[in-house]
């Protein structure tokens, strides 16, 4: 829904300010300033909303808690319940799906194979489009209304141009969204074609569609809606929120999520902060970041970064070594240079988590795994399960730790990534040293392949037996 009013708003009292999140530079700008990066020294931004004023935390959990019972559309959405804290003056011409409200799973079955005592899941994928992109894109488009674009636009490995495609529709506004060509999953690009989007397919990688993002942005008419925009953080900070709802307000002791550009955590970093600082939560957790092992430029910086000098967060290295050639899978995290690195990266080594990366083979089975659990998810997920694994191995996360897994995308979004793993033709393309291109079969350790059963009684029941 948007509200019929919905234009360029009137000129009123700021709530907040943008941010430059580079200590050294320190600038601010305005909330209706049209700006991505710093101007001043090319830094990423964040927005302050000042929470001084907000300190009555008992009263904001009951108003939050009433909301959830009313059906007035901002209260329906998972997302604009938690209007308080976000950067929109009322009224606010939002634009909304009811995003939001994703259910947090047990998974008993995960937890055993990563040796947890328990694990939730919180299931981002049941989101309108099916992915966490929709908390997000609900602030992102909105600021675009408020700004009077006429147009938003996105890079895109799948996810953000569907939700931004389905977002933009429900705005009444010119959509347009770059994918590498040949990159995307038929699921994806679906969407994006039935949301009404242009659907421009650059002969090149993510990255490349980021660098044309960037230049266009320089359009007044044109609205950048990739996570490099600090609205977007504003929208999916509110999972924090929802997940500490559910958890009747008790932290877990470690929150895990996979890493592509550094959105997530970002996000959810800011969202626990925020509370802490209202006084609604008493510490925040431990977040830990997932990527894959074939585009994980942060994860290889944080390795190479001693403890003892980055502890906190209170410096950042000035520079990463990108992934010039990205290679996964789980394509919603092939990504070799994240624009929010810094942030992400930040947000990991204040909590006192940590950056790692899964292979192939480890993310295919976490997958199988979520899926015994009756939770379907897109590989990229997976990660989240996989990299549970790898840190209770290592005595990272305790075996009766609380630990939530964010699940970023439903498996539906990449449907022949399943078939392919069950029927045992799943493969990755390697390169040789001297630039031959051969498939890389992963061998599914979780199989569940269709048999061919005769059509009588007697071998369905014979086939039933065996399973058992």
């Known amino acids: 829904m948007m509200e019929k009013t919905a234009r360029a708003a009137e000129p009123a009292t700021e709530r907040g300010l943008q941010r430059c999140i580079d200590p050294a530079c320190g600038a601010t700008y305005g909330l209706r300033e049209r700006i991505y990066v710093c101007s001043r020294c090319g830094g990423t931004l964040e927005i302050d909303l000042g929470l001084a004023a907000l300190r009555d935390s008992g009263a904001m959990r009951k108003l939050w ?15 604009w319940r938690y209007r308080e804290l ?3 003056n009322e009224p606010v011409p939002f634009v909304t799906l009811f995003e939001g409200n994703t259910p947090l799973y047990h998974g008993p079955r995960s937890a055993q194979y990563c040796g947890l005592d328990d694990l939730r899941l919180k299931h981002q994928g049941c989101n309108p489009t099916g992915s966490f ?30 939700s931004l495609a389905a977002y933009a529709g429900r705005a009444g506004l010119q959509a347009a969204v770059l994918l590498p060509k040949g990159q995307i999953t038929a699921g994806k690009l679906a969407q994006s074609l039935d949301y009404g989007a242009l659907v421009c397919e650059i002969d090149g ?14 359009d007044p008419s044109i609205y950048v809606a990739n996570s490099i925009n600090p609205f977007r953080i504003e929208g999916q900070k509110t999972v924090a929120f929802e997940m500490m709802e559910q ?23 800011k969202g626990f902060q ?3 600082d209202l006084g609604l939560i008493s510490h925040v957790p431990k977040l830990s970041v997932i990527q894959a092992e074939g585009s994980a430029p942060v994860a290889r910086l944080f390795a190479s970064l001693d403890p003892r000098e980055w502890a906190n967060g209170e410096r950042l290295p000035d520079t990463m070594a990108p992934v010039e050639k990205p290679r996964t899978l789980a394509t919603a995290i092939k990504i070799g240079a994240p624009v929010s690195w810094k942030k992400g990266l930040r947000a990991v080594l204040r909590s006192g ?14 997958k199988a795994m979520i899926g015994r659990d009756g939770i379907g998810c897109e590989p990229a997920s997976a990660a989240t399960v996989a990299g549970m694994k790898k840190l209770v191995a290592v005595g990272h996360i305790r075996r009766d730790d609380s630990v939530i897994g964010v699940l970023t995308g439903h498996m539906l979004k990449d449907p022949d990534y399943v078939s392919h793993y069950h029927r045992g033709t799943l493969s990755i393309d390697s390169s040789a040293k001297d630039g031959s291109v051969t498939p890389q079969r992963i061998a599914g350790a979780f199989r569940n392949a269709p048999e061919s059963v005769a059509a009588t009684k007697a071998a369905i029941l014979e086939s039933l037996k065996r399973r058992r």
């Open 86 to 88: 976000l950067p929109f």
């Open 353 to 366: 988590g940590k950056v790692i990366a899964v292979s192939e083979q480890e993310i295919a089975d976490a």
């Open 133 to 162: 992109k929709d908390t997000g894109m609900t602030a992102a488009v909105t600021q675009a209304v408020v700004l009077g674009a006429r147009t938003v636009i996105c890079a895109s490995t799948g996810n953000t141009s569907a």
């Open 247 to 269: 958890c009747l307000w008790q932290v877990p002791d470690h929150v895990v999520v996979p890493g592509g550009n550094m959105v997530n955590s970002t996000a959810l970093a």
């Open 65 to 79: 808690a009433a909301r959830a019972a009313s059906r007035d559309p901002r209260n329906v959405s998972g997302v």
């Open 205 to 218: 990688n993510f990255d490349d569609c980021m660098r044309l993002i960037q230049e266009l942005g320089d």
């Open 274 to 276: 925020e509370l802490l």
